[in-house]
T-cell receptor, first 112, second 117 residues
Framework: QQQVKQSPQSLIVQKGGIPIINCAYENTAFDYFPWYQQFPGKGPALLIAIRPDVSEKKEGRFTISFNKSAKQFSLHIMDSQPGDSATYFCAATLYNTDKLIFGTGTRLQVFP | GAGVSQTPSNKVTEKGKYVELRCDPISGHTALYWYRQSLGQGPEFLIYFQGTGAADDSGLPNDRFFAVRPEGSVSTLKIQRTERGDSAVYLC???????????????FGPGTRLTVL
């Protein structure tokens, strides 16, 4: 119940494409859903985050769509660039806790 | 300003040895977290400090793992009698969270890659 399931494991798109990464959860006590980006040899860095009272959030080229009834959320990257090539992790935290529970990650490759 | 720093960046040790991994959080951040990331996996929570005290150590896998933060700033993760299965990247994060339900952004360091031979 404390898992966050992420798919796909890897994704290859051409420059300008719109990769979509999906995550699903079971525990309705999760109340904060961040996405992290990680480059090789670096720690994860926060991209964008959403709470369950909002169905969509956009920051620059990154958009989170959130479906509370389906317990699913997804990351869309508009106009993807080769520099977006990285591993992306969805995560969640339980109400009134601080520990992040991460998905298994999606390795994105954007070709020129 | 400086981000979260971790030392060493790489540590190779032999099975059965003791290791210490250090984390320097962002100045002024009261909350500090340790995670472990195995190859091809997402980070797994180990322990969370609020100030000097461990507020949640539910992720520590067994009693060989211990962490301290004696002055509420730098933290050390200590692993006794290391095993090959302990090989992973150990990540530290900090946030400015003081209290309340709102989760604040956790800023991660680059990690320490631990290899147990």
């Amino acid at each position: 119940q404390q898992q966050v399931k992420q798919s796909p494991q890897s994704l290859i798109v051409q420059k300008g494409g719109i990769p979509i990464i999906n995550c699903a959860y079971e525990n309705t006590a999760f109340d904060y859903f961040p996405w992290y980006q990680q480059f090789p040899g670096k720690g994860p860095a926060l991209l964008i985050a959403i709470r369950p009272d909002v169905s969509e959030k956009k920051e620059g080229r990154f958009t989170i769509s959130f479906n509370k009834s389906a317990k699913q959320f997804s990351l869309h990257i508009m106009d993807s660039q080769p520099g977006d090539s990285a591993t992306y992790f969805c995560a969640a935290t339980l109400y009134n806790t601080d520990k992040l529970i991460f998905g298994t990650g999606t390795r994105l490759q954007v070709f020129p | 300003g400086a981000g979260v720093s971790q030392t060493p960046s790489n540590k190779v040790t032999e099975k059965g040895k003791y290791v210490e991994l250090r984390c320097d959080p962002i100045s002024g951040h009261t909350a500090l977290y340790w995670y472990r990331q195995s190859l091809g996996q997402g980070p797994e929570f180990l322990i969370y400090f609020q100030g000097t005290g461990a507020a949640d150590d539910s992720g520590l896998p067994n009693d060989r793992f211990f962490a301290v933060r004696p002055e509420g700033s730098v933290s050390t993760l200590k692993i006794q009698r290391t095993e090959r299965g302990d090989s992973a990247v150990y990540l530290c994060a900090s946030s400015s969270r003081t209290s309340g339900r709102d989760a604040d952004t956790q800023y991660f360091g680059p990690g320490t890659r631990l290899t147990v031979l």
